[in-house]
């Protein structure tokens, strides 16, 4: 409110708000996972989401905020960009209530599903893939002025609030949980997002800010690429592998995670800390048969790999527990660690491949990424 003096007194002018833009890339590598826009304007935040995988949909949601910057309703509108025949519009109404979150959720002319929750005051929407969501809670945190917020995380879909976080690092920088493990982000002076960096979490994405962005244009090139049968896909679809050895059989049921341009070893698979040896769920070792590598045996059953990279050798370890998400390790269930062979491949491999060999009474699980191949050796008992 702008007010100037006039002879009778004070004249005031409604003066316009000021929208603020924030414009995010988000990328896998070197390739392009998602676009946002959002504009806010004084208590609503309009933003428009374009996501390239496994198929081509945007998301177009309005969120509106109380006095203090906190969402108290958001309506998102998801649509395919290309399916055939095309999936449903799926719709989310969200509602937040001091200490309570309603959330209504409907797909095509489907029945709306309702859920309700007991949240803590300030809980805040989530969207996969969205930065501009998280920034609302970068900036809700900064206006707190506190060195830590807990702030509930509500995915539409889901029976209970995931419990999140945004703590100071540093002077121009926050750590948020993603599902248990931390995302950081650089922010500005307000708390607003420059950038993510998610190489952290299993997800490693990698999210920036920038000035200007096209995003009808550049979602509508993704679009063509799509009904000229480009389909992005999963991110890390899965796979098995399997090996017969007259009646006995080997198999392993895994993710596939993709290169795409990235160090792989020592940076998207760290040094020194167990990786699933895949994507996704865990990976799955089924044997029909018990195998031996060395002195030690495998008992016939089923069982999750999971492999120790080090500078020096890899392990891969044999575990028990089975059914469970790849972040899900139990070092307590291990029922082997064993040493892998290791090979340098002359052509780098773009996507994680588990390949098992039938070699006479034996044979061998390769596991082929980047230009690495570990190798397991193995024969019948």
């Not at 699933?276 to 059953?301: E, F, K, M, Y």
């Not at 500078?311 to 089975?322: A, F, M, R, S, W």
Request: some cysteine; charged content about 25%.
């Amino acid at each position: 409110m702008r007010c100037i003096r006039v002879v009778a007194g004070l004249l005031c002018i409604s003066a316009p708000l000021t929208a603020q833009t924030s414009n995010f890339v988000t990328r896998l590598g070197r390739d392009t996972v998602a676009l946002e826009r959002t504009v806010r304007t004084g208590s609503r935040v309009v933003g428009d989401l374009f996501t390239t995988s496994p198929r081509a949909r945007r998301a177009h949601y309005v969120a509106t905020l109380d006095g203090k910057g906190r969402v108290s309703r958001m309506e998102v509108t998801t649509v395919a960009s290309v399916e055939t025949p095309p999936a449903p519009t799926v719709t989310i109404v969200e509602e937040f209530h001091d200490t309570i979150a309603t959330v209504i959720l409907t797909r095509g002319t489907g029945k709306p599903d309702t859920t309700r929750m007991t949240v803590h005051p300030g809980a805040s929407p989530f969207i996969g893939l969205s930065t501009g969501l998280l920034e609302l809670m970068t900036v809700q945190a900064h206006r707190a002025g506190k060195d830590s917020v807990g702030i509930d995380m509500i995915v539409a879909g889901q029976p209970k609030p995931f419990p999140n976080y945004v703590a100071k690092r540093g002077r121009d920088s926050v750590e948020m949980d993603f599902f248990g493990l931390p995302n950081y982000l650089r922010v500005d002076e307000k708390g607003r997002v420059l950038g993510l960096n998610g190489m952290r979490t299993t997800q490693k994405f990698l999210a920036e800010r920038v000035a200007a962005l096209d995003l009808d244009g550049v979602s509508a090139s993704f679009v063509a690429r799509e009904k000229a049968g480009q389909v992005a896909g999963m991110m890390s679809p899965r796979d098995t592998a399997r090996a017969s050895f007259a009646a006995p059989s080997v198999w392993v049921d895994y993710g596939r995670p993709t290169k795409r341009g990235r160090e792989i070893l020592g940076t998207v698979v760290p040094w020194n800390q167990v990786w699933r040896t895949g994507a996704n769920s865990a990976t799955q070792l089924n044997t029909t048969t018990d195998l031996r590598v060395g002195d030690a045996v495998i008992p016939a059953g089923k069982y999750t790999l999971w492999t120790l990279p080090t500078p020096e050798g890899t392990k891969l370890i044999v575990n028990k527990q089975t059914g469970q998400w790849g972040t899900e390790y139990d070092p307590t269930k291990d029922l082997i660690r064993l040493d892998l062979k290791t090979e340098a491949l002359t052509e780098p491999v773009e996507k994680f491949t588990i390949t098992v060999v039938s070699l006479g009474n034996g044979g061998e699980i390769r596991f082929d990424w980047d230009k690495i191949r570990w190798i397991l050796p193995f024969t019948l008992r």
